[in-house]
């Protein structure tokens, strides 16, 4: 496992958690580590290949020893594993100097410079490449995720309809659909075809208690203290870029929930069927942080990877 050497997390007959040491991706600023789960069975099973999830906002995924609380997400799939259910491998990308700029595909504030497609580009085109070399990968369109919250939620979405040939399996938790004005409505209204039509999965939620509260509550994952592992990150970087040629407008003023809402109503104006190609699931209880956005994910996994089915 050349790219993960160092072991974070094991317990016996659990996943195992690694991390490399920090990366650079090619177009965005700074480096950050990667971290990769492993199903609790992967080593035991050597004929066997794993689905894979690319999970935006690595450094919230895993415990957190103060707030805010990450998202279990090891605690979660080893619950799947004993329940006899699917179980991804994920590799948890970690934001770098500026998150605003890496995870957006538009600007978010002006004077930034979206980086959101380079960050794209280099999932499929050489991290992806890379670990099916050295991982027991099932390599099929159909057992690839992405996914994330907030704006990790918007990139991932984003990435559902832009790489449509490659991921088909989307999970955007409470998306933050404001970016460049709800530059997002019109790019999937837009959307003339999707390569993933017939096996896509695509999990949206929302809390009604999200608010205003949405992009105070995105500077949460600036915090990368963790009970699991203890990687030094650069801060966000306040200033904007000095490239000035790309500004989006007035700030856009909306309710997270209404904006969810929409979207759902576009999807189904383009003929997608609630609880065939995509689910929609509104907490009346949720808000806008990791604690809300992991006691959602059983949910989003059962959908996506067919529990019902």
């Known amino acids: 496992m050349e790219l993960f050497e160092t072991l974070l997390y094991e317990h016996s007959g659990e996943g195992k958690v690694f991390s490399t ?3 650079e991706i090619p177009g965005i600023e700074g480096e950050r580590p990667l971290t990769l789960y492993l199903p609790p069975d992967y080593e035991i099973n050597p004929e066997r290949d794993y689905p894979i999830a690319y999970l935006f906002d690595g450094q919230n995924l895993y415990d957190r020893s103060e707030w805010p609380v990450g998202w279990n997400l090891h605690h979660i799939l080893d619950q799947r594993a004993a329940e006899g259910l699917e179980v991804p491998i994920v590799v948890g990308i970690h934001h770098g100097a500026n998150r605003d700029e890496e995870l957006c595909p538009w600007p978010a504030e002006k004077g930034q410079i979206p980086r959101g497609d380079d960050l794209l580009d280099w999932i499929v085109n050489e991290l992806h490449f890379d670990l099916t070399e050295q991982l027991r990968i099932d390599d099929r369109p159909e057992a690839r995720m992405v996914g994330g919250s907030s704006l990790g939620g918007l990139l991932a979405l984003y990435a559902g309809f832009r790489n449509s040939e ?3 399996m989307v999970m955007a938790m409470s998306p ?3 970016v460049g004005e709800g530059a997002i409505y019109d ?3 837009e959307a003339a075809f999707l390569d ?3 096996f896509l999965r695509l999990y949206i939620d929302c809390g009604a208690l999200e608010g205003d509260d949405e992009r105070m509550s995105d500077d949460l994952a600036e915090d990368d203290d963790s009970e699991i592992y203890h990687l030094e990150q650069s801060s966000i970087a306040d200033e904007g870029s000095e490239d000035e040629e790309t500004e989006p407008g007035e ?3 909306s309710d997270p929930l209404e904006d969810a809402e929409y979207l759902v109503e576009i999807l189904e ?5 609630e609880g065939v190609q995509f689910q929609w699931i509104c907490d009346p209880e949720g808000e806008h942080n990791e604690l809300h956005w992991g006691k959602r994910l059983p949910l989003a996994f059962a959908y996506l990877f067919g529990d019902e089915d």
């Open 21 to 23: 040491d920090p990366v």
């Open 166 to 168: 490659f991921f088909g």
């Open 176 to 178: 933050s659909l404001w």
């Open 187 to 189: 790019y999937i209204a």
């Open 196 to 198: 993933n039509l017939d």
């Open 251 to 253: 700030d856009w003023e």
């Open 269 to 273: 104006a383009k003929g997608f069927e």
